[in-house]
């Protein structure tokens, strides 16, 4: 049913990773289980009180404006949004509509063609991008919490989430399916963790995102607008998305009219719930905060947190291609996973400097699959900037040029790596203490193969008669009797040599 077309923008919720909450100095301490400790008159909305803004929260809200190419203008203000909620104790949220800090930017996606999950084991494979324009990022605060005890007939209420710094993004309408939208925010949740405003853990509710759907015959047409909201996983965006599409086109087939609403998504079941009729902006009766001064940023207070902005995913990935060669799913391994990437790129410095180009680039592939598969397969989720990890990029990289000038097999190389990974201790040291050294030398070799044919004549026959896997099987009995030592390609020339002699 692709006769209607759907419109999709988001809008992210994300908490900002401060010391204190946004108007007091309460501590903005998420893992705090303790209910109402990190409360003070001020977050509680005792009349009387001041909030006094934090810096840092509208510094971090003004860098990731920066990453996402936003404009940032000179003035900047804050609004009260009136409303009662019993996790609200002011009645009303400290929030921004008329002078957001930052306006008109974009993030580039990739295209979804063959979109896959950067969770999933293969990330997806394209780099070719989409922009989607973001409308504007504030900076608000947080309510606190409810919680309602299963079976009860009350509901307790958390404080501890009560004005801590949340920033809010809004995208233009520019997404047009489930995987889409879902992208997006997979990247701009990498932005984040590049950025370090947030850690943007959406299990415990970090960053939770809202959906705004439309459907319409026509391309830039517009529908009827439904908000799906709190959605704490990026499966949950995308089946949300999903259900919501098939449901307005059921409803628009039948000649029915969408309601402007706000649903909620029931994950258990896989759907969406009216929740309520869709507020507007009026209904909340904004006015201009009375109790903090407006905010103005020089120049230079701009320059000085742009300088702040590392290299963000999408930059690293298209450098990493140009600067490494490597293959966009590699790439793509270390922009997800910056700290192993950020070592992989350390370990590249450490190779031997007198290589020619085209040299190195032969030890920077086996570099980068030794990181990405055994080394990975070895941390077992673990990461490298952990203190317990042991190897040094300068001891890996000696590993891969040792692998590199034949002196290991690469089946010696992985149990080296082992080794290195449990000790710390240098390649060369464990490959002389273990005797592990590459035997090349083609006179041991060769006693070692006719050990072997005299040991398998059945073998020998096979190969004789033109079975190819008798030589596989040949090979395998020389390699096990050097415990995997004799250089494969010695061995492999020299058997063929002594038997075709043989014949
Ligand atoms: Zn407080």
Redesign the pocket.
């Known amino acids: 049913m692709a006769k209607y077309q759907p419109t999709i923008g988001l809008e992210i919720h994300i908490e900002l990773k401060t010391k204190s909450?946004m108007f007091?100095s309460?501590p903005n301490d998420p893992d705090e289980r303790n209910p109402n400790v990190n409360?003070?008159p001020?977050?509680l909305g005792h009349p009387g009180t001041l909030p006094v803004i934090n810096k840092e929260a509208v510094k971090k809200v003004i860098k990731t404006g920066l990453a996402l190419s936003c404009q940032i203008p000179e003035y900047s203000k804050f609004d009260r949004k009136n409303y009662f909620y019993p996790d609200l104790p002011k009645g009303y949220q400290i929030s921004q509509l008329y002078q957001p800090l930052c306006r008109n930017g974009f993030l580039e996606i990739a295209e979804t063609s063959s979109h896959l999950s950067l969770r999933s084991a293969s990330p997806s494979s394209e780099i070719a991008g989409k922009k989607i324009r973001i409308r504007e990022v504030h900076l608000e605060e947080d309510t606190g919490s409810l919680i309602h005890p299963p079976g009860a007939d009350y509901s307790l209420v958390n404080f501890n989430r009560a004005?801590i710094p949340l920033m809010e993004l809004a995208t233009e309408p520019d997404m047009e399916s489930a995987k889409e939208a879902r992208k997006f925010a997979e990247e701009f949740h990498l932005l984040l963790h590049y950025l370090d405003v947030s850690d943007a853990d959406m299990e415990k509710g970090q960053m939770r995102v809202e959906v705004n759907i439309s459907l319409s015959k026509k391309k830039g047409k517009l529908g009827t607008k439904v908000e799906i909201k709190n959605l704490n996983s990026f499966r949950a965006v995308e089946r949300a998305i999903e259900y919501e599409i098939k449901r307005q086109e059921v409803l628009l087939e039948k000649g029915e009219k969408i309601i402007q609403e706000t649903r909620g998504w029931d994950d258990i079941k896989g759907i969406t719930v009216s929740q309520r009729e869709k507020e507007f902006a009026q209904d909340y009766r904004y006015f201009p905060e009375p109790d903090l001064p407006p905010l103005h940023f020089t120049k230079k207070e701009i320059d000085e947190i742009k300088a702040a902005v590392p290299e963000l995913p999408q930059k690293r990935r298209e450098r990493l291609v140009r600067e490494y060669s490597l293959d966009e799913k590699s790439a793509e391994i270390f922009v997800y996973n910056k700290k192993l990437g950020e070592y992989f790129e350390k370990v590249i410095s450490e190779l031997p400097p007198n290589l020619s180009k085209a040299n190195l680039f032969k030890l920077i592939k086996p570099a980068s699959n030794y990181i990405i598969t055994d080394l990975q397969g070895l941390l077992r989720g673990a990461s490298v900037s952990d203190k317990n990890f042991l190897i040094t990029p300068e001891n890996f990289a000696e590993l891969i040029t040792l692998i590199y000038e034949g002196k290991i097999s690469s089946k010696i190389a992985k149990q080296v790596l082992g080794e290195m990974f449990k000790t710390g201790a240098d390649p060369s040291h464990i490959i002389e203490e273990k005797g592990l050294i590459q035997i090349t030398d083609e006179v041991e070799i060769e006693k070692n193969i006719k050990e072997v044919i005299l040991k398998n004549p059945k073998a020998v026959e096979d190969f004789k008669k033109g079975k190819a896997n008798a030589f596989q099987y040949l090979i395998g009995q020389v390699m096990a009797k050097t415990k995997g030592k004799a250089d494969p390609q010695i061995t492999g020339a020299l058997l063929r040599d002594i038997l075709d002699k043989d014949i």
């Open positions: 909450k007091c309460c409360v003070c001020i977050c004005g």
